[in-house]
T-cell receptor, first 118, second 117 residues
Framework: AQKVTQAQTEISVVEKEDVTLDCVYE???????LFWYKQPPSGELVFLIR??????QNEISGRYSWNFQKSTSSFNFTITASQVVDSAVYFC???????????????FGQGTTLQVKP | DAGVIQSPRHEVTEMGQEVTLRCKPI?????LFWYRQTMMRGLELLIY????????DSGMPEDRFSAKMPNASFSTLKIQPSEPRDSAVYFC???????????????FGSGTQLSVL
């Protein structure tokens, strides 16, 4: 069975601090995809990144960066120089292409609530 | 593009009443999903359609829940009769292609906040 664990329920930082959100996943599939979504206070889920299991290169997008390590089954998300607008719930998610283990389920972690204080 | 459109944004109803949630996916997207979000269970997939055909409805809680997709631009999620434990935010999402093979990103609607009293 697939599983995503976001051990940090809530994180509070002061603006301009760097913050890392942890994500640990479990899967028996060799091909899989990992995602991060952001849910701001307005409620909608916003896509941030999609990464396949064969690409372990770290990715940077502005103040956001992601560290994918298959050896530790982790896909951590770092926000550099956090801002108040980064306050949201962040979800890590996992899926695999169609087959015996998947018919379309995107498995979400429980989410990490990030509060950035001014 | 208008994105995934859900209606209503908020629904308050009394136990036993029928509730219908509506979703218009992004034009051209072949895959449509209904998710439910609660504090206790997080985000759960209820049902997944591909090309208007239900592919996986194993997440539908019980017979009180039903979903339809009569055409590529419209889907409904119906609860009849509704119960207080159905109170949650219901999200519709769509994705291009045949999602369970492409695993492209999902585009989510703004959700429907359902309160069953």
């Amino acid at each position: 069975a697939q599983k995503v664990t976001q051990a940090q329920t809530e994180i509070s930082v002061v603006e301009k601090e760097d913050v890392t959100l942890d994500c640990v996943y479990e899967t028996r599939d060799t091909t899989y995809y990992l995602f991060w979504y952001k849910q701001p206070p307005s409620g909608e889920l916003v896509f941030l990144i999609r990464r396949n299991s064969f690409d372990e290169q770290n990715e940077i997008s502005g103040r956001y960066s992601w560290n994918f390590q298959k050896s530790t089954s982790s896909f951590n998300f770092t926000i550099t120089a956090s801002q108040v607008v980064d306050s949201a719930v962040y979800f890590c998610a996992l899926t695999s292409p169609g087959g015996s283990s998947n018919t379309g389920k995107l498995i979400f972690g429980q989410g990490t609530t990030l509060q950035v204080k001014p | 593009d208008a994105g995934v459109i859900q209606s209503p944004r908020h629904e308050v109803t009394e136990m036993g009443q029928e509730v219908t949630l509506r979703c218009k996916p992004i034009s051209g997207h072949n895959s449509l999903f209904w998710y439910r979000q609660t504090m206790m269970r997080g985000l759960e997939l209820l049902i997944y359609f591909n090309n208007n055909v239900p592919i996986d409805d194993s997440g539908m809680p019980e017979d009180r829940f039903s979903a339809k997709m009569p055409n590529a631009s419209f889907s409904t999620l119906k609860i009849q009769p509704s119960e207080p434990r159905d109170s949650a935010v219901y999200f519709c999402a769509s994705s291009p292609g045949t999602w369970f093979t492409t695993n492209e990103k999902l585009f989510f609607g703004s959700g429907t906040q359902l309160s069953v009293l």
